[in-house]
């Protein structure tokens, strides 16, 4: 087992040697010996003892209660203090100082080791509560999250406004509810009257004049020792996951009331789902298409043999046309397709959307068009537009090909 390393920092050499006399003999190793708190700080640094044996009155003017807090807050190395005095106010400067002990010159030997050994154990016990409550602020931190606690006395715990990060913290109910939008803190207080546990989903201001964010919140009364009782509860920071789903549902509401029919395929072509309008396009039910290709059931010309192939090549995974679709019943009807492939955030495909409307009836106008266009209504005869049209056509075809053309009139 590696022998523990301790720094003295001691102005007077002879108790200083003495020291490190008496620590060796007890089976630690002293990596140095300094006479100020500023060489204290810096050996410190540099040699990262295990423990730190601390002067309080050393020869500059740092004290060593001064020198140790700075240790203690960049280092947290722990530190006892070694001092001729015990006054109040030597001894609550060195509570200040976060002191893992305090001994009174001269001191035996024995009383130096019990000192050492109950430093490293306390010292070993608070490092696992800082792991452990640097765990939790990590977990907090991803799941955005908080914690907040409520004294029903209304006695402030901590400093009572949230902070922006949405951290760990603490305050009273009245603050809390000052953060929160008057339409939704009577949930709350609905919730602590009837329940010793709450979990509701409110509006929360996270920042001094920032917008109200939505927050989902956890939390229970519980009855302390002294007999008072205190909601500690969690706060979860849920205005990006709000904000996804109001997209979604706004997506779905898109989805089952569009005219235009939509199939959702997985990125090998397999049927996932459809809309309503597709059904109703078409007449097949979900049983009938789910985990199928639309060119076994639906196009009137396969895309396989020539399309889909080239739809990958190009890499775009987009195409629109025309093309004729079956319907479960019977029958044919033309329609313009879009297909386009979607993308996760590796930029990996995952699947292809399908949207097919039903252009028959432009079809059908199309033709009605064009019969007006050139037929007599009277007769159904060719009219002089469709006579010009016809005469262009066959004196084009004569420069070509060099045929006579002639006109029975």
């Known amino acids: 087992m590696n022998k523990r390393r301790i720094l003295i920092t001691e102005d007077e050499r002879i108790t200083a040697l003495d020291l490190k006399m008496a620590l060796t003999d007890l089976g630690y190793e002293v990596v140095g010996t300094e006479d100020t708190g500023e060489d204290a700080i810096a050996a410190a640094k540099e040699l990262k003892p295990d423990l730190i044996l601390m002067d309080i009155h050393l020869k500059t003017d740092m004290l060593g209660t001064e020198a140790a807090a700075k240790i203690v807050a960049e280092h947290a190395i722990p530190v006892i203090f ?9 001894v609550d400067e060195a509570g200040k100082a976060q002191a893992y002990g305090y001994l009174i010159k001269p001191y035996e030997k024995r009383e130096l080791d019990a000192a050492i050994r109950v430093a490293f154990a306390k010292h ?3 490092e696992e509560l800082r792991r452990s409550d640097e765990r939790l602020r990590m977990a907090l931190d991803a799941a955005k999250m908080s914690i907040w606690e409520w004294d029903p006395t209304g006695d402030m715990v901590a400093d009572g406004k949230p902070p922006a990060d949405k951290g760990v913290f603490s305050q009273s109910l009245d603050k809390l509810v000052e953060n929160v939008p008057p339409d939704d803190r009577s949930i709350i207080y609905d919730h602590l009257k009837v ?21 989902e919140v956890f939390a229970a009364v519980f009855e302390w020792n002294d007999g008072s009782r205190r909601v500690i509860g969690v706060v979860r920071d849920v205005e990006d996951d709000f904000r996804a789903q109001e997209k979604l549902r706004q997506a779905r ?14 990125k ?3 049927v996932t789902t459809a809309n309503p309008a597709f059904f109703a396009l078409t007449g097949f039910s979900l049983d009938d298409i789910i985990g199928r290709d639309p060119d076994e059931f639906l196009h009137a010309r396969r895309h396989s043999d020539h399309f889909y192939p080239r739809l990958t090549e190009k890499g775009s995974h987009h195409w629109n046309g025309e093309i004729g679709c079956n319907k479960k019943a019977g029958g044919r009807f033309p329609a313009w397709e879009h297909i386009s492939g979607v993308f996760d955030g590796d930029g990996k495909l995952s699947n292809y959307v399908f949207t097919i409307s039903d252009i028959g009836e432009l079809r059908r106008a199309e033709k009605s068009l ?7 209504a009277l007769t ?21 090909t060099g045929e006579q053309v002639a006109v029975l009139y």
Do not use: P, W
């Not at 089952?256 to 997985?266: A, F, V």
């Open 82 to 90: 070694l001092s001729a005095y015990s006054d109040k106010n030597i």
């Open 370 to 376: 064009a019969r007006m266009a050139f037929l007599d």
């Open 253 to 266: 509401a898109v989805f089952e009331s569009t005219s235009e029919g939509i199939l959702i395929t997985d």
């Open 268 to 270: 090998y072509r397999k």
């Open 380 to 400: 159904g005869v060719g009219n002089r537009v469709h006579l010009e049209r016809t005469l262009k056509e066959a004196l084009s075809r004569r420069e070509e």
């Open 195 to 215: 329940s010793s546990r709450i979990h509701c989903q409110i509006r929360m201001r996270f920042r001094d004049e920032a917008a109200y964010d939505h927050a």
């Open 124 to 126: 070993s016990t608070d």
